[in-house]
């Protein structure tokens, strides 16, 4: 298949960022971990046939630690990678399904919780780069998840 007959194979560059960004910026973040031995969560992708959200959550101490991700219905249980970092991975996130929510919540010391999305990831990376190709993969997730959220919603 050549490129005047895959669309696909086409390459657009023509985004604008800024329309974009402010676009992602609706989608938000949230994070309550002051009350446990919580330091940090942060939020990942791993993009390849397909998408994988992933919530890291770094802790001082992980007496009593447990920690689940709801999405779509399915419950995901955190795993711990190293000493102090545990991972939850969300997978297979289809792409009408970029814009809703990862519910996180937990015990460490105390409760925690957050709530993230692919396109809450996508925002911050497109603010925090300078590289053009990052920032056209993120408008172009943006793009696509528009696209297919319009055709799952027809359904």
Same mark, same amino acid.
């Given at each position: 298949?050549?490129?005047?007959?895959?669309?696909?194979?086409?390459?657009?560059?023509?985004?604008?960022?800024?329309?974009?960004?402010?676009? @992602?910026?609706?989608?938000?973040?949230?994070?309550?971990?002051?009350?446990?031995? +919580?330091?940090?969560?942060?939020?990942? @992708?791993?993009?390849?046939?397909?998408?994988?959200?992933?919530?890291?959550?770094?802790?001082?101490?992980?007496?009593?630690?447990?920690?689940?991700? @709801?999405?779509?219905?399915?419950?995901?249980?955190?795993?711990?990678?190293?000493?102090?970092?545990?991972?939850?991975?969300?997978?297979? +996130?289809?792409?009408?399904?970029?814009?809703?929510?990862? $519910?996180?919540?937990?015990?460490?010391?105390?409760?925690?919780?957050?709530?993230?999305? +692919? =396109?809450?990831?996508?925002? +911050?990376?497109?603010?925090?780069?300078?590289?053009?190709?990052?920032? $056209?993969?993120?408008?172009?997730?943006?793009?696509?998840? =528009?696209?297919?959220?319009?055709?799952?919603?027809?359904?």
């Amino acid at each position: 298949i050549g490129t005047d007959h895959a669309e696909m194979a086409t390459y657009y560059t023509d985004y604008n960022f800024d329309a974009v960004y402010n676009a @992602l910026s609706e989608f938000k973040c949230e994070k309550i971990i002051e009350n446990s031995n +919580v330091n940090n969560i942060k939020f990942n @992708l791993s993009i390849g046939s397909s998408t994988t959200f992933n919530v890291f959550i770094y802790i001082d101490d992980d007496t009593g630690f447990s920690a689940t991700a @709801l999405f779509d219905g399915k419950t995901y249980i955190a795993k711990k990678i190293s000493g102090g970092i545990y991972r939850i991975q969300v997978p297979n +996130v289809m792409p009408y399904m970029y814009g809703d929510s990862v $519910q996180i919540s937990g015990t460490a010391g105390g409760d925690f919780s957050a709530i993230g999305s +692919v =396109l809450y990831y996508a925002g +911050v990376r497109m603010n925090n780069t300078t590289d053009e190709y990052e920032k $056209q993969a993120y408008a172009s997730a943006y793009y696509y998840y =528009l696209a297919a959220k319009a055709i799952f919603d027809q359904q």
